[in-house]
């Protein structure tokens, strides 16, 4: 399920959807596991910007826009697929299909990354 093959994508994101995966990362921390959906993402990245001024923020469409990106390169699916065409996207339970530790590992590793979306990685907003 977590393969090496979908960290590796990681680095052809844009910070936008770098952002959402760290936020993914985390939901998926503090939650165990449990899925989570576009509206608990938009709030964890919001909560991210609102904190670190430094980060552009994005307006929920744009944000969205970014989040399909996500669907489509299958770093997030959907935990129903039957059921996912028959509730709106933004509340549509979906899973971060790589491991939380890939994710901080290769932004530690990628060069273009910003300091503070890596240090988000590190650190949790929760803690």
């Excluded at 503090?30 to 609102?50: G, N, Q, R």
């Excluded at 307006?59 to 959907?78: I, S």
């Excluded at 996912?84 to 971060?96: A, C, G």
């Excluded at 503070?116 to 949790?124: D, F, I, Y």
Aim: charge should be positive.
């Amino acid at each position: 399920m977590f393969t090496d093959s979908k960290a590796s994508l990681l680095t052809s994101l844009s910070v936008l959807e770098l952002c959402l995966i760290v936020a993914a990362k985390h939901l998926t921390e503090i939650y165990l596991d449990a899925p989570f959906t576009f509206e608990a993402l938009y709030h964890e990245y919001e909560k991210f910007t609102i904190r670190r001024s430094s980060v552009q923020r994005f307006g929920r469409a744009v944000v969205l826009k970014a989040y399909e990106n996500l669907l489509t390169l299958q770093l997030v699916v959907p935990v129903d697929r039957s059921a996912s065409t028959k509730m709106p996207k933004d509340f549509r339970p979906v899973k971060l299909l790589i491991d939380p530790s890939q994710v901080t590992e290769t932004l530690h590793k990628y060069p273009h990354c910003p300091t503070e979306l890596r240090q988000w990685a590190t650190n949790s907003l929760h803690s």
